[in-house]
């Protein structure tokens, strides 16, 4: 890969889009290495959590990359659209827990993978935004449709139609951040979320995370049968058979399915 290095510490993989000379803008290039490296890890047993995160202290990621853009025809802004979206669409439905290490700008295309991914955790000079009507487009990898679900339609409205940028206190205060800490501490605190997600039970975890993603599409009474449905499925597992046995014999439990 030429943009994207993945480097896998069991039972975490982190994942870094690596092209820090232009703020870790997204070209098409990068998008495919990002939806081949996250359908790798899918199918790795051993990694529960993956972290996204961009090389150097300044960017997570830029934006689609506009000296790519600039030439684009329709044909091929709609490509670029099914690329970023394959990448969202893996980030946000692959059975581990995905979060974005947020360490710097999160703009456009960048902020679009963050929204995507389970879990926000931004660095204190991470600033969030989608710049793209000001640049003649709108936000074509999900951030229209995910923007408001994270956030709520008012605030997303705002912040797509003035391109404002938010720092990461603010992102925070509204919920696009789940925590905000120095960035020289990101990574860690980063790792210790996946590694307290990964000593849950696995297969457990990605069926919440199953659950809750079909939330945001069904409605209540569908999403609510699909819970009961995985429930049941749960009860039937051996991972479920040990956590609560653990429980009951005040020893904790040992894990195994996946
Ligand atoms: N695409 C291509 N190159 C980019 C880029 C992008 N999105 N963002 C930054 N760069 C490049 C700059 O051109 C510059 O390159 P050179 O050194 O070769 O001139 C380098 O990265 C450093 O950037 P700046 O000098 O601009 O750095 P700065 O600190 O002054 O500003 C910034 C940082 C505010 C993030 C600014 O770079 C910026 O506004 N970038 C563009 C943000 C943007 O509009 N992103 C949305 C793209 S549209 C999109 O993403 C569409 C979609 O959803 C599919």
Same mark, same amino acid.
């Given at each position: 890969?030429?943009?994207?290095k993945?480097?896998?510490?069991?039972?975490?993989?982190?994942?870094?889009?690596?092209?820090?000379?232009?703020?870790?803008?997204?070209?098409?290039?990068?998008?495919?290495?990002?939806?081949?490296? $996250?359908?790798?890890?899918?199918a790795?047993?051993?990694?529960?959590?993956?972290?996204?995160?961009?090389?150097?202290?300044?960017?997570?990621?830029?934006?689609?990359?506009?000296?790519?853009?600039?030439?684009?025809?329709?044909?091929?802004?709609?490509?670029?659209?099914?690329?970023?979206?394959?990448?969202?669409? $893996?980030?946000?439905?692959?059975?581990?827990?995905?979060?974005?290490?947020?360490?710097?700008?999160a703009?456009?295309?960048?902020?679009?993978?963050?929204?995507?991914c389970?879990?926000?955790?931004?660095?204190?000079?991470?600033?969030?935004?989608?710049?793209?009507?000001?640049?003649?487009?709108?936000?074509?990898?999900?951030?229209?449709?995910? $923007?408001?679900?994270?956030?709520?339609?008012?605030?997303?409205?705002?912040l797509?139609?003035?391109?404002?940028?938010?720092?990461?206190?603010?992102?925070?205060?509204?919920?696009?951040?789940?925590?905000?800490?120095?960035?020289?501490?990101?990574?860690?605190?980063?790792?210790?979320?996946?590694?307290?997600?990964?000593?849950?039970?696995?297969?457990?975890?990605t069926?919440?995370?199953?659950?809750?993603?079909?939330?945001?599409?069904?409605?209540?009474?569908?999403?609510?049968?699909?819970?009961?449905? $995985?429930?049941?499925?749960?009860?039937?597992?051996?991972?479920?058979?040990?956590?609560?046995?653990?429980?009951?014999e005040?020893?904790?439990?040992?894990?195994t399915?996946?």
């Amino acid at each position: 890969m030429k943009y994207v290095k993945l480097s896998i510490q069991e039972p975490v993989a982190v994942v870094t889009i690596d092209r820090p000379d232009c703020l870790n803008a997204l070209n098409s290039q990068v998008f495919r290495e990002i939806s081949a490296t $996250l359908q790798e890890v899918e199918a790795n047993d051993q990694v529960r959590v993956v972290i996204l995160t961009g090389a150097g202290d300044k960017a997570f990621a830029a934006g689609a990359d506009i000296a790519q853009m600039v030439h684009e025809n329709g044909k091929q802004g709609k490509e670029l659209a099914l690329l970023t979206h394959q990448a969202g669409d $893996l980030l946000e439905n692959i059975r581990q827990v995905t979060i974005a290490a947020v360490n710097g700008y999160a703009l456009g295309g960048g902020c679009e993978l963050a929204l995507a991914c389970d879990i926000r955790i931004a660095s204190e000079n991470a600033h969030f935004g989608l710049p793209e009507v000001g640049l003649g487009i709108l936000p074509g990898g999900g951030g229209t449709q995910r $923007l408001s679900r994270i956030i709520g339609v008012g605030r997303a409205k705002e912040l797509i139609f003035t391109c404002d940028q938010v720092d990461a206190q603010e992102a925070y205060r509204i919920g696009l951040a789940n925590h905000v800490v120095p960035q020289e501490e990101l990574m860690d605190a980063c790792m210790a979320m996946a590694k307290k997600i990964a000593s849950k039970a696995s297969f457990a975890v990605t069926m919440a995370k199953n659950a809750i993603n079909v939330s945001m599409s069904a409605d209540m009474k569908s999403g609510c049968s699909k819970e009961q449905d $995985l429930l049941g499925l749960l009860f039937a597992t051996q991972d479920k058979q040990e956590g609560m046995t653990a429980f009951l014999e005040r020893r904790k439990p040992n894990f195994t399915e996946f």
